[in-house]
């Protein structure tokens, strides 16, 4: 926190009009005791608590994060928040044009923003990407836990279903919440506890009003397929190898015992 201004330099500035006009005047140095620098911040809010049926605007002023008066449309004037804000209040509640122009945010600013806000959205969609990941380490006929990751889309309306072997699972299907994203997108994480066997299939199926079609990602525990695979390979290998070790030992042994290797002049020239 910076240090508080001094609340008869406050009052003595705040007097001369609104916050632009009394930081005007510190800058201009007329009020000595201001510190050297400060925040001073205006923040609208229009808050939608029934769609645009009920609307409640705010108009809140802060010094050095500090609220000090704010206009409430549910008040249909400007409130003081501390002793620092009183004077702005008072100077803005005495001014019709100022009060007539908060008085007019709720419809002017908020509702008609709202509007424009709900064409779009109505019309905005963005396409689910879809991924499945298994949780554990694959192995056959091991219990596991499949996700299905449902990511990134617009409107939040979704159908997810998990089909094994072209059957919908719901008995052992759990989900996540729906998660936002903070940018108007959302995600979705739909479990699927299943121990897989050989030649089973398994499809995430999303359905999105952004589709023409539902996207279905496809898992099979391919990858315990393949572990075997690679341990075929090792079989006849190591058969291969014990068959050609097995017959390169029977033809040495053999040459050993029948042609010498060594020539014999003696006999040959003989
Ligand atoms: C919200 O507004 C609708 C009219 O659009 C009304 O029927 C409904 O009762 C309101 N809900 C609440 C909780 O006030
Ligand atoms: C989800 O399924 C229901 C019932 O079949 C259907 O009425 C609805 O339109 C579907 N929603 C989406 C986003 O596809």
């Given amino acids: ?9 406050w009052k003595w500035c705040a007097g001369a009009g609104t916050v632009l006009l009394a930081l005007l005047t510190l800058h201009g140095g007329h009020c000595g005791t201001a510190p050297a620098d400060f925040v001073t911040q205006a923040k609208a809010e ?19 994060q500090e609220e000090l008066a704010y206009f409430d449309s549910d008040v249909g004037r400007f409130v003081p928040k501390t002793e620092f804000g009183k004077p702005d209040a008072d100077y803005w509640n005495s ?50 836990m499949l996700v299905c990751y449902v990511e990134d889309f617009y409107p939040p309306a ?10 919908e699972e719901t008995g052992s299907v759990m989900s996540t919440e729906m998660l936002q994203n903070g940018d108007w997108t959302y995600q979705i994480h ?28 496809e898992w099979k525990p391919d ?4 572990a075997k695979s690679k341990r075929l390979t090792g079989i006849v290998g190591f058969v291969l190898g014990a068959i050609f ?24 020239v003989a």
């Fill in 190 to 217: 739909l479990f699927l506890e299943t121990t897989p066997e050989r030649g089973d299939t398994y499809v995430c199926q999303v359905e999105h009003s952004s589709l023409k079609s539902p996207i279905t990602v």
């Fill in 95 to 144: 001014d019709p044009a100022i009060l007539e122009d908060a008085r007019a945010a709720v419809e002017r600013y908020c509702k008609h923003n709202y509007d424009v806000r709900k064409q779009d959205a109505r019309s905005w969609k963005v396409i689910p990407k879809v991924r499945i990941t298994p949780t554990k380490t694959m192995s056959l006929d091991h219990q596991t």
């Fill in 46 to 64: 229009c808050h939608f608590l029934n769609g645009s049926e009920r609307v409640r605007f705010l108009l809140r002023y802060f010094y050095n």
């Fill in 223 to 226: 990858s315990s397929e393949s």
């Fill in 158 to 167: 979704i159908n997810i279903s998990w089909i094994k072997n072209g059957k």
């Fill in 245 to 268: 070790i097995t017959l390169g030992l029977i033809i040495y042994l053999k040459n050993k015992k029948g042609t010498p290797r060594i020539p014999v002049p003696q006999n040959d």
């Fill in 1 to 9: 926190m910076r240090p508080p201004l001094n609340p008869s330099a």
